[in-house]
């Protein structure tokens, strides 16, 4: 696919990167200089990464909970104590965002920070349910499978920017 407007973010950010690392870096003498010049390539290279990844990661991260949400609701549905929790999980998972708004990394991102926090309100509950609930349990386990997942996908995106460039300070 052929961007839009040439040069992309993702190539500008490159270009000042490699230009500091190949114009200005080798000319300064100082340790703090230097060091201050590493972490800066180092938070240029991810935010390169975070262009390129972060929106898809969002999207996944929306459908992996709505997905997941349900068990939620099963579980919920026998708990008195949870009528708020379980109407804002419900809202959650029938929500359709509205098509003629962009899906900016900003809305995404506050959609997930929303779905998050219904982790753990969800976590804080089963904290306190009794082990002999089967039910609880097997929702614990899917929120701890989620949790590896979700820091997974984190340090797809981290991880190419800061591993194998050097320490960053």
């Known amino acids: 696919m052929i961007p839009i407007l ?3 973010a993702t ?5 000042v990167r490699e230009t500091m690392e190949s114009g200005i870096i080798p000319s300064l003498s100082g340790r703090t200089e230097r060091s201050n010049a590493a972490t800066i390539q180092h938070m240029l290279r991810f935010v390169e990464h975070r262009i390129d990844k972060e929106g898809q990661l969002l999207f996944d991260e929306i459908a992996y909970l709505r997905d997941l949400f349900p068990a939620a609701l099963d579980w919920l ?5 949870a009528a708020a929790l379980k109407a804002a999980i419900g ?9 003629s708004v962009y899906p900016s990394l900003a809305r995404l991102g506050e959609t997930v920070a929303a779905l998050r926090q219904h982790v753990c309100d969800l976590l804080l509950l ?4 009794p082990e002999s609930d089967g039910q609880a349990a097997d ?5 701890r499978d989620y949790i590896v997942w ?9 991880e190419p920017a800061f591993i194998g460039h050097g320490p960053r300070r």
């Open 91 to 99: 809202r959650a998972v029938d929500a359709t965002p509205d098509p």
């Open 150 to 158: 979700q820091l997974e996908q984190e340090g797809s995106m981290v």
């Open 77 to 81: 549905a026998g708990r008195s104590d």
């Open 126 to 129: 089963l904290q306190v349910t």
């Open 6 to 8: 040439t040069p992309t």
């Open 139 to 143: 929702l614990h386990q899917v929120l």
């Open 11 to 15: 190539e500008v950010l490159r270009c």
